[in-house]
């Protein structure tokens, strides 16, 4: 079975977010990096699904910055191929153009399965995964918590409000991971070691602009500070009062 | 024309509050490009554009086919796509719009600015858009055309703008879609969704044990709200995961969030910064929780709780 996993490089979730002196991008410098967790969960379901075919291969895909190949050898590390980078030192907010690089990345690759994650912890589009398998005219299900594959097709589930979707398609297609789907193995030393021999292919994305233009980035409007009503079950009357003629939310 | 779409959002033949949202986005676009709001209703036969010109739609477009009752990724998306030459496509970002938003502006070849929380026009289309899980946030100007919005549910609020809202059925093509939806599995009782609810009652590992959150069911009970839930309690299989609010779970805008035996990790902070009022109840004085809540109860939730929910009922009663 072959499969191919987008990966993107962001900000650790933990991360303070510093502006940057332009005021249009954030300041990276000091700031870890790790792979966008729900792309762990794609690179996991990529490797059961390897694992239960017996034979295969999984693709490790991601564009960005030259720093993006320690992301791809993360997941290399977790026991994918090969991974290829298509580099861009900045990455557009509009979705669309990142999408037509791996869509043209993955258009001739005869792969199975394309999996993402349902959305980047950075830019939080949950888009280009989607997209993605619209270029490519592919069957896609997205936010997927459990997936089944066998005898080249699928069925997967999907949360929405108040239930779960239930969909069927034919392979090829593009999964979009969400939490639940499976736990992400953590890369064992071993794995760390080979992963420093993998094939890792690097070239230049070309990305287009895209249609959205920067006019500012700043920090959200602080919260004004709150108080303490009270301490226990005493404080209940004053909480009630705060919420019904302060708040006006009761 | 400079007419704007706004695709609504319908389940079982209800319209969703949301697209009242949508279409307030929308008409604020319209009216800045001189234009007409077209609200698109996808849905089985049956479906009605009734009152939705008080909210500003100069008409309703209806897509009406029985395979269409649930949603159907690629047939939504046909349907949307083929819609009309629009330059501007404004969607709420539910469950349903975060699939369908970047689906019709692939098909169309447009930008897609997602999940925005502010919509207005300024010599051009400008919006917001929180990103790093809220701890920044983006004006964008939207310089791709045609574009796609997806917007924040429960950021608008929805006003009202007499129009005409005249219908008109758009023919729907038969086809085989890609990927098909072949069921809906409804829970065994129909709970509110946390990224809805105008009210959330959310819990953590506070509650010491799954069977605790009867307490917090109760309080939700009283105050008509949706029960949420900090990562921990999930990951711990006491709740499940669609209850749960945070970076890796659902961002909420409620009116009132009232969070319970959490202890206020960045990662819960980033699914609560749009909520407009927020109540912390915590043992623990120094928990960050009651950095962000506007209201803080510092004390045993065993014995805040069952009191509030007391009080809460005789307020809603009386
Ligand atoms: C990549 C990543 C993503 C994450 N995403 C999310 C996310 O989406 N959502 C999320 O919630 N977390 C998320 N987390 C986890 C997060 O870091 C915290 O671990 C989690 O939110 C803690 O849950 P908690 O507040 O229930 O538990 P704790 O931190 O253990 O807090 C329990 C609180 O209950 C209080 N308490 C105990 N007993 C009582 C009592 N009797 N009465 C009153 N108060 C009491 C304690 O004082 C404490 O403050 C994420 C973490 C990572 C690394
Ligand atoms: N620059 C990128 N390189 C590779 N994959 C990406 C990139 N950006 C997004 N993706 C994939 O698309 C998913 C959704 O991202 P987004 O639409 O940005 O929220 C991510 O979880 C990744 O799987």
Known sequence: ?250 | MPDVLAILEQRGGTLKKVSHETLTAARHLADGLNGEVHALLIGAAGGSGDGLGTFGADKVLLAADEGLRDYQADRYAAVAASAGDYPVVVIAATALGKDLAPRVAARLGGALAADVTEVRYEDGIVVTRPVYAGKAIYTLKVTGSPCVLSVRPNAITPEQSEKAGTTEMMPVAAADPRAKTVEVKQPEKAALDVAEASVVVSGGRGLKEPENFGLLEDLAGALGAAVGASRAVVDAGWRPHAEQVGQTGKVVSPNLYVAVGISGAIQHLAGIRTAKTIVAINKDPDAPIFKVADYGIVGDLFEVVPKLTEEIRKVREG
């Open chain 1, 1 to 250: 079975m072959k499969l191919a996993v987008c990966v993107k490089r962001v900000p650790d979730s933990e991360a303070r977010i510093k502006i940057g002196a332009d005021g249009s991008a954030i300041d990276g410098s000091g700031v870890k990096f790790v792979l966008n967790p729900y792309d762990e969960y794609a690179v996991e379901e990529a490797l059961k699904l390897k694992e239960a075919a017996g034979a295969g291969e999984v693709v490790v895909i991601s564009v960005g910055p030259d720093a993006a190949q320690e992301t791809i050898r993360t997941a290399l590390a977790m026991g994918a191929d090969r991974g290829v980078l298509l580099r861009s030192e900045t990455l557009p907010l509009d979705p669309l153009p990142v999408a037509r690089a791996l869509a043209a990345e993955v258009k001739d690759g005869s792969f199975d399965l394309v999996l993402f994650g349902k959305m980047a912890i950075d830019d939080s589009s949950h888009a280009v995964g989607t997209m993605v398998a619209e270029l490519l005219e592919l069957p896609c299900v997205s936010a997927v918590a459990h997936l089944s594959v066998a005898d080249g097709s699928g069925t997967a589930e999907r949360e929405v409000e108040g239930g779960v979707e239930v969909v069927e398609f034919a392979l090829p297609a593009v999964v979009t991971a969400d939490k639940g789907l499976n736990e992400p193995r953590y890369p064992a030393l071993r794995g760390i070691m080979m992963a420093k021999k993998k094939q890792l292919e690097v070239k230049d994305a070309g990305l287009e602009a895209g249609g959205l233009e920067v006019v500012s980035l700043s920090h959200p409007p602080e919260r004004k500070a709150g108080r303490i009503v009270g301490e226990g079950a005493e404080a209940v009357p004053a909480l009630i009062e705060a919420l019904k003629n302060e708040a006006k939310v009761l």
